[in-house]
């Protein structure tokens, strides 16, 4: 199984994260290292990091022994693919404090989207993107934070939805072992990948293989679907309450090929706040 688990809040500091995620029975956790609606953060506080760390050590989740697997997602602002070179510039400089922030807390990974090409057209965004992320890895040589391209469910400009985009972009990077990919099944499914059949779920993955390797997706974003297949809308739902249904995310939960990667649910929390506790519940019922 993977390691099943959800994007817990960090308010109150990033350490709280851990205590949160294991009162619901996360395996696995994603967190925002600052508030993902804002440009800028104060730096993180010594005593901020010393909590996450420690708190991270001694945390195990339900079928796995601490420390805590932990990724981080990137703020919504950013917008590597932009042609407006203060919003490129912007987007550059707050990937590269996110990098530095996952690295002194000491997480591996970050997941961005990839970018929205505002009117350019996709050859210009990806360009873009690649001239980005190559000034973003410049600027932090030898960085141990891999970056996951996300893909998209293709809504208005948003790049990514394709994943032969991925590998496009992969191909232009000055330093391409540096990034990854985090599959989402939502965006997959909106995108026009049928997860309810195991020929839709084969063929998405044999496409990744092709554009860039299977190896490269590192982290799962596992949310169930508000609108039907091809929408191309991102709305996530909670697991078994959406267009894929169960039965579809337990074919990927269950595949020994990305059996100790994280999994995360991003899906709504309901009135009662409970709605991952009971999505991993769910989830953990069918194994
Ligand atoms: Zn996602
Ligand atoms: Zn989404």
Redesign the pocket.
């Known amino acids: 199984m993977g390691r099943l688990g959800a994007h817990v809040s960090a308010a109150g500091g990033v350490a709280k994260a851990c205590e949160r995620g294991a009162a619901i029975g996360c395996d696995a956790l994603q967190v925002f290292v600052k508030n993902a609606n804002a440009w800028r953060a104060k730096p993180l506080a010594e005593s901020a990091i010393e909590a996450f760390r420690s708190a991270r050590a001694v945390t195990p989740g339900p079928s796995v022994p601490a420390p805590l697997q932990v990724i981080a997602h990137a703020s919504y602002l950013i917008n590597l693919a932009s042609a407006v070179p203060e919003t490129a510039e912007r987007s550059r400089d707050a990937l590269v404090d996110e990098l530095q922030r996952c690295d002194v807390l000491g997480i591996d990974a970050l997941v961005v989207h990839p970018g929205a090409h505002v009117g350019q057209g996709e050859d210009k965004g990806l360009d873009a993107i690649a001239r980005s992320l190559d000034e973003v890895f410049s600027r932090l040589p030898g960085g141990g934070v891999t970056l996951l391209l996300e893909n998209t469910?293709g809504q208005g400009t948003v790049l990514g939805a394709d994943l032969a985009h991925h590998g496009r972009l992969l191909a232009m990077l000055a330093e391409p072992a540096r990034v990854g990919v985090c599959l989402?099944t939502?965006?997959a499914f909106a995108a026009g990948h049928d997860l309810r059949t195991a020929n839709g779920y084969e063929a998405l993955l044999s496409g990744a293989d092709e554009s860039f390797g299977l190896e490269r997706v590192m982290a799962w974003?596992l949310?169930d679907s508000r609108h039907p297949l091809g929408s191309r809308k991102?709305r996530?739902a909670n697991v078994g309450d959406g267009e894929i249904g169960l039965d579809g995310l337990a074919r990927l939960i269950d595949d020994a090929r990305f059996e100790r990667l994280p999994m995360i649910l991003?899906t709504p929390l309901g009135d009662d706040e409970q709605g991952h506790a009971r999505d991993l519940a769910k989830l953990r019922n069918l194994a």
């Open positions: 469910a989402d939502c965006h974003h949310n991102d996530h991003e």
